[in-house]
């Protein structure tokens, strides 16, 4: 399967569940690869027939600074059924670090994949 992927999308949001954290903004690092047969596109040369990267990127950016949420996994998985849903996407790995969370790290984060046909 081919895919459209956007790597190192920096993101600053209110993410964590210590109170400090829910009083200040926080870099988060995402990285997405999202099935897509690109053989209509390439025949057409439209954006209109392949999952625009440029409206994804956008999307994750709004959803995940509008949502606060606590934890990275939470995060995850509700941008993962999001992305599902607005996008035609039936399969998708995503990836989403939080730098400098932990001391003597680059980062520590959450993968998932999530795979629509296999249900």
Do not use: C, N
């Not at 053989?39 to 990267?53: F, I, K, L, N, P």
């Amino acid at each position: 399967m081919d895919s459209v992927f956007i790597r190192g999308l920096r993101v600053d949001a209110i993410i964590g569940i210590h109170p400090w954290e829910r009083r200040i903004r926080q870099t988060l690092v995402f990285d997405l690869e999202l099935a897509v047969d690109v053989a209509r596109a390439a025949g057409s040369d439209s954006v209109e027939d392949t999952v625009d990267y440029a409206a994804v990127a956008e999307f994750v950016t709004d959803f995940t600074i509008a949502g606060e949420f606590r934890l990275l996994e939470t995060l995850a998985e509700k941008l993962a059924t999001e992305l599902q849903a607005r996008f035609g996407v039936v399969r998708l790995r995503l990836r989403v670090a939080k730098p400098g969370a932990v001391p003597a790290t680059r980062d520590v984060g959450v993968a998932i994949e999530r795979d629509m046909v296999a249900k």
